[in-house]
């Protein structure tokens, strides 16, 4: 009944779109009939190359640099995974990255440097005092609405940092050095890559939960969620916590990981860089802002030898991606991976 | 009483920042992040015209405070009016362009282009001399910094209460739908509104630039300012601006003269958080309640 | 046989005022259990502010609000939800992004469903989607599936109300359900409201449309101008000569 022609044989006349699901699978609202083998193939290998990809790739990485910007690009990663879950799952948009890393890394650090406690302690407690803390710090911005939620979190890494610098605290501009280090790098390594693995499936494995909905409930209209009997400052807490949780332990990790910690830990990039990350690589996939992020990382270290060019290039790539393709890579690439398009006459 | 002559002056220069975010955002809703930007890019044209081009000084300034208009409604036209109404996305893209245009003015060696680093770049200042006031020196700059400011807002007050194009921007600023149905065309008026900003942005620059230098980091701490006073203030309030402008200029002065310019930016920093858990709309903001939180 | 009917919700001398505006000016009244009390008044009349003090999305400037004998004035809206008062939006507030079912999830989830939770507790989809069918939703239609963004208002409104039953309530305050519908969609409303109130759900409803309400309605309240004009049943209320003026403009001779 449709005759599929070539699109610019079409230019002239009236055209649409037409997308097709490949016929692999049989879908009906989200439940998946399976009956072969194929398909649960073509269900499993994108999630199975991701996890696959992302462990061989240290290995074959040459040599040490490599190792460590895929080891920044994973923190950025995870930040990018931290802002999606808050900003697109649970209507949250906390542009604090930096405070995060700051207050991880700082916690960490100073436990460290200051009362000598080996790193399989401060990581974690870094990490979940540090999100303890920044859940505090952030609750009582919480009944803000949107823009006002990310401007004051925004805001947060800078007041932090001069007030370190102002009352000369933990060393003031010289900072904290050296910390201990991984044991080895591989470890540091792996270690990110599976927290990164693990929070990319584990939140969205919490997202299909019950409480995933009202994440939702929340991010699309809080009154309605106020009058079905919830208290959406709790849950609110709850998800700050987990973002922070994530969040926190890239701080540690990146304080271990260099071996330093100073007010370059509040640095902007780390809130600025997860959103560019998230929007590229499509927000609210999770896995997306992942791969935004360990693409657009180490595309900037290439690129740091033409200076200041970097910062410009980067923000034209995001202004593009926010103006033409505002559905980021993933959704794009998923698209094409389950559905096929033709021009079709209209 | 030095201290708080400064402070005044301190908060007029607040106040000539943030007049022009103040503006775009009251009337459009738009966050301009790129304020800071356009501040400083007008600093460099006008600059270039006089060094380069050899233009005498008010030549150069008209030119490029029609340039910066320009640019700022070249950024509504093409980059702004496709995300208007995510607000997330407007504050990312027009940081994005700030950023591009901050550090894009530092770049060196692409095409012979040298960067714009260094304290090198001055602008002259209106007058020189100085006036002695009970026992207080102010430079003529500074007076004229005043007074420029108060006549700028006169009319920016005049304009907005008895001008065609005034009373369609603030009719548009109350309700935007109610002024679309008479024919006001939101687009156009937003593309006008971000022009003034952008205006108000570079006027600010050549009246407040002649006291230090030109450079690009006072980008970042322009954008800061306006929005901390924006914030303090109330978002499209007239006189909450030039309130909460005075206001952190004295206490800023006071501030630097007991604990030293370190404990400026806590100082900042801690208002705007404090303002915006406590009061989100400002001191004078006219947000609804059920807007600004849950 | 005389019941005597307990009152279940009491509001005393409530006041409120945006800016200038008196909203609310002293308004009170009681409902008793089990009854279905309509609250009708011109527009601006203070209606919805009324419901929006009882259950806490407004602070009331002065005044109270009992619930069996517990002072609920200024208590946060979910509290109150918690309590067993819901209520229903004059514009609907489904969540467009989910599906219909989903939807119901959210009070569902909530601490109040979670302890009225039978043994099927524990599959909330089943529970939603029964819920659904309650009010409603054919379920055979696969009209349940559906994105609640494609929904007509007339489904949406039975959405509002399936909301408030996931939350086992003891009031429903339902703000104008009856309004935007077409009368075939109004016709069965009625028979559903009729069903809740066989339930033992107490409704507050509040409306424009007086002939649907009258049928249903034990006993009206009236307000004009943030104040009560009067207290009482339908017929009896409408011979009253403010309301009448208030409502009608000049006495209208029957």
Known sequence: MFETLRGEELKNQERRKERLDRGIKARTEGLYAIQSWREVLYLIAPRASLIVGLLILPLVLPGLYWQRVLALAGVYALLAVSFDFLAERVGLVCIGGAFMIGVGGYISGALNYYLKLPIFLTIPIGTFGGALLCTLLWLPCLPLRGIYFAVVTFMFPFLTTSIILAGNLFEGTEGLSPIVGFPNIWIGIYLIIFILLLSIFGLRRLCGEDIGVVFSGIKDNDQAVLASAINITRIKVYALYIGSMIGCFSGAFVAHFSGFVGVSLFAVDFSIMPIAACIMGGPGTLAGPALGALILSPLSELLRGFGQLRVVLYCLVLIGFILFKPEGLLNWISRKYHQTEHWVKV | MEVIIYGIVNGMTFVLMAIGFSFVYGISRLPNFAHGALYVVTGFITWSFINNAGLPYLLSIIFSLIIVTLAGTAIYQFVMIRVRGMPISEIIVSFAIALAILEGLRLQGIGGFKGFIGPGYVLPRFMDGVLETSGVTIDFQRLFIIGFGLILLFLMWLFTHYSKIGLSLRAMAQNERAALMLGINSDFMANIALGIGSALAGLAAIVIMPLGNVNCESGYSVLTTAIAVCVIGGLGSWMGTILAGLILGIATTIMSAIGGTMWNNVLIFGLIILILIVRPSGLFGKQKELEERV | ?254
């Open chain 3, 1 to 254: 046989m005389e019941e005597q009917k307990k009152k279940i919700i009491q509001v005393r001398n409530l006041s409120k005022s945006f800016g200038g505006v008196k909203a609310l000016n002293n308004v009170s009244f009681d409902l008793f259990e089990g009854e279905v009390l309509g609250i009708i008044g011109p527009n601006g009349s203070g209606k919805t502010t009324l419901v929006n003090t009882i259950t806490g999305f407004v602070k009331p400037d002065s005044g109270n609000v009992f619930f069996k004998d517990i002072r609920i004035t200024g208590f946060p809206p979910y509290k109150i939800a918690d309590l067993g008062i819901t209520r229903t939006f004059q514009v609907v507030r489904p969540f467009l992004s989910l599906k219909s079912f989903k939807n119901l999830i959210v009070p569902l989830w909530s601490p109040r469903a979670r302890r009225f939770a039978s043994s099927r507790g524990g599959d909330r989809d089943a529970v939603a989607i029964d819920l659904l069918e309650e009010v409603g939703f054919e379920r055979d239609a696969y009209v349940p599936y559906k994105s609640a963004s494609s929904l007509p208002l007339g489904y949406l409104k039975r959405l509002e109300l399936a909301r408030c039953l996931a939350l086992r309530p003891e009031v429903i305050i339902c703000d104008e359900v009856f309004s935007g519908l077409s009368m075939s969609e109004i016709a069965s409303m009625v028979p559903l409201v009729e069903r809740l109130r066989m339930r033992g759900v107490t409704l507050i409803m509040i409306e424009h449309r007086l002939r649907e309400l009258f049928t249903v309605a034990d006993r009206v309240v009236v307000l004009n101008f943030g104040e009560k004009l009067a207290e009482g049943e339908p017929q009896q209320v409408m011979m009253d000569e403010k309301v009448r003026r208030a409502y009608l403009g000049e006495e209208i001779k029957i």
